[in-house]
């Protein structure tokens, strides 16, 4: 596609219950970020993926979180037992291979997550 | 990742240059200087990069200090489109180009 695309848009959910968080990246784009960004809020790095492997994943909040990166293409980002707490816009970026020098992160619109 | 200083927020005129300064005082030599913008409900957008030779594009020019302990983003003729908050990160390049972004300056474009 033209840029990163992320689904839902919006997902409202019941506190405790299992969410999975999608991320389309750009065609070609090797590496690929999860943050999230809590009401008025700054960007939080959650995850980094090279491929299909995981560098960095310091930014995991606790062990409810997880992310998986198949075929070098598609992310998704499970919440597991949400809490309240988890509310806020998960945004996808990526990027082509970042290992040795900066390229440009491309972000997309986000997935605006409330717990209820 | 060296830590960023900039002012919360700032207004500008339409059509006028708006100046965003950052206070990056502890950046060491082999760190780039990137600015990136996110505008109201859209995730952020990459706007320019430079390690210490003032950079310029389409959307905005950086000038760094020959010390390289802050730098200035310039957007040479402001429009209403260009209010945002507008992020300062500095890192080194690759190593996974994770960005740590503060709180910015949130940057109002008055007409």
């Known amino acids: 596609g033209a840029g990163v695309s992320q689904s839902p848009s919006n997902k409202v959910t019941e506190k405790g219950k299992d969410v999975e968080l999608r991320c389309d990246p750009i065609?070609?784009?090797?590496?690929l970020y999860w943050y999230r960004q809590s009401l008025g809020q700054g960007l939080e790095f959650l995850i980094y993926f090279q491929g299909n492997s995981a560098p960095d994943k310091s930014g995991l909040p606790s062990d409810r979180f997880s992310a998986e990166r198949t075929g070098g293409s598609v992310s998704t980002l499970t919440i597991q037992r949400t809490q309240q707490e988890d509310s806020a816009v998960y945004l996808c970026a990526s990027s082509f291979d970042a290992s040795n020098r900066y390229t440009e992160a491309f972000f997309g619109q986000g997935t605006r997550l409330t717990v209820v | 990742d060296a830590k960023t200083t900039q002012p919360t927020s700032m207004d500008c005129a339409e059509g006028r240059a708006a100046n965003l300064p950052c206070n990056h005082s502890t950046i060491s030599g082999n760190e780039y200087v990137y600015w990136y913008r996110q505008i109201h409900s859209q995730g952020p957008q990459y706007i320019i990069h430079g390690l210490k030779n003032n950079e310029t594009n389409e959307m905005a020019s950086l000038i760094i200090t020959e010390d390289r302990k802050s730098s200035t983003l310039i957007l040479p003729h402001a429009t209403l489109r260009d209010t945002a908050v507008y992020y300062c990160?500095?890192?080194?390049?690759?190593?996974?180009?994770?960005?740590?972004f503060g709180g910015g300056t949130r940057v109002l474009v008055k007409p």
């Open positions: 065609s070609g784009h090797t590496a």
């Open positions: 990160i500095v890192r080194v390049a690759g190593a996974g180009n994770k960005l740590t």
